[in-house]
Nanobody
């Protein structure tokens, strides 16, 4: 089984930046797709960004141009650089892989206006 641990969240003012990290450990043979999700207050968990082992990326429309996903395959780590943060980005951020593995604790991002 794969374990996921997210970190890097915090409280930031609108317009600020944060960089999230997620380390995968455990029964890892090769991870192709890694993804970031978020769950805002009272909302469902939504896909934010994804990246393949070859570096191909996709983003939700709401974060395009502001967020950048990257990964270090040797470290089984995926990152999410978040710039120009908005209050509506406030959420708990989670990472996961394809196929889905048990969710980690997530990391809270709070953007104040």
């Amino acid at each position: 089984q794969v374990q996921l641990v997210e970190s890097g969240g915090g409280l930031v003012q609108a317009g600020g930046s944060l960089r999230l990290s997620c380390v995968a450990s455990g029964s890892i043979f090769s991870i192709n797709v890694m993804r970031w999700y978020r769950r805002g207050p009272g909302k469902q968990r939504d896909l934010v960004a994804s990246i393949t082992s070859g570096g191909m990326t996709n983003y939700a429309d709401s974060v395009k141009g502001r967020f950048t996903i990257s990964r270090d395959n040797a470290k089984n780590t995926v990152y999410l650089q978040m710039n120009s943060l908005k209050p509506e980005d406030t959420a708990v951020y989670f990472c996961n892989i394809v196929p889905l593995t048990p969710w980690g604790p997530g990391t809270q991002v709070t953007v104040s206006s």
